[in-house]
C-alpha cells in the first residue's frame, strides 16, 4: 500500500488516543466491524506502541497506524511495533526522511499551499490537512485544487459527522481523519457496541 492507496482505505480515519493497551484490540474490532478498518493510535500516550502491536498482532483485518508522530525516532518506532502506516501534524525535512526511511506510507501534515510545494518537491501527493477547520476548511481546500489538482488530502482536526461530508464531496479529498468514532467516556467504559455504531455511519458516509 501507497500513501495514494491509504486516502481511499475508507472515507473516515478513526484518530484514537488509547490510555490503556487493553482497550486497543476490542475497540480496533469494533472499528472494523463497523466497516473502518484504517486506524490511526496516536503517539500521545505510554500505551500507544503497545497498543499498535497488539492491534497489528491480533486484528488482521485492520490497517493500524501511528499518529502524532512528531520525532523522527518516533517514525522507526511505529514501525517497529507494527504501524503500516504513519501520520504527522506538520512535516521537517528531519522527520520526512526518517518517515521515508520506514518504507511505509505516510501522511504528512500541512495547512498552507507552501508547505504542500515542499512536499511536492519530493514527490510526496498524498498529505494530512491539518487542523481542517481552523485553516481554511472545505473552502481552503477547494482553493488548493486549482494550482495544486495533483495534491490529495485526509483533512484532520475538528471534523465532525455533521461536516465530514463536506470535505468528501470535493475532488482533492480522498478520506478524512476525527476523534469522534472513539468518544472518551465509551473507550473508558468499554461501549465497544456505541463505537461500533458510530463507525457504521461514518463508513456510509461515501
Ligand atoms: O495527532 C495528530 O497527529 C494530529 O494531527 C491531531 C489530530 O489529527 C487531531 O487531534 C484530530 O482531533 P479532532 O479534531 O478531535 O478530530
Known amino acids: 500500500m501507497n500513501a495514494e492507496e491509504l486516502l481511499d482505505v475508507c472515507p473516515v480515519v478513526p484518530v484514537v488516543v488509547l ?7 476490542p475497540l480496533a474490532r469494533a472499528l472494523v466491524a463497523g466497516g473502518l478498518p484504517a486506524i490511526e493510535v496516536t503517539l500521545r500516550t ?9 492491534i497489528a498482532a491480533e486484528v488482521p483485518d485492520a490497517v493500524v497506524g501511528a499518529g502524532t508522530v512528531v520525532a523522527p525516532g518516533q ?8 504501524a503500516r502506516f504513519l501520520v504527522s ?3 521537517t525535512d528531519a522527520l520526512r526522511e526518517a518517515m521515508t526511511a520506514t518504507g511505509l506510507p505516510f501522511l504528512a501534515g500541512v495547512s498552507s499551499a507552501s508547505e504542500a510545494m515542499a512536499l511536492l ?4 501527493t498524498a498529505m494530512k490537512f491539518f487542523p481542517a477547520k481552523a485553516a481554511g476548511g472545505p ?4 482553493s488548493l485544487a486549482g494550482p495544486l ?11 465532525t459527522p455533521d461536516t465530514a461530508a463536506d470535505y468528501l464531496a ?26 461500533e455504531a458510530l463507525a457504521r455511519k461514518a463508513a456510509a458516509l461515501r
Not at 149 to 159: A, E, H, L, S
Not at 176 to 195: I, M
Open 149 to 159: 489538482p495533483q495534491v490529495r488530502f485526509c483533512p484532520t482536526g475538528g471534523i
Open 75 to 82: 517514525a522507526e518506532a511505529a514501525a517497529g511495533a507494527g
Open 19 to 25: 490510555r490503556d493497551a487493553a482497550d486497543a484490540v
Open 121 to 124: 518537491e519530493h514527490g510526496i
Open 170 to 195: 470535493l475532488a482533492n479529498v480522498g478520506c478524512v481523519g476525527g476523534t469522534w468514532l472513539t468518544p472518551d467516556d465509551a473507550v473508558r467504559s468499554g461501549d465497544w457496541a456505541r463505537v
Open 89 to 91: 501534524p506538520g512535516c
Open 139 to 142: 473552502d481552503y481546500l477547494r
Open 46 to 54: 505510554p500505551a500507544a506502541l503497545e497498543a499498535v502491536e497488539r
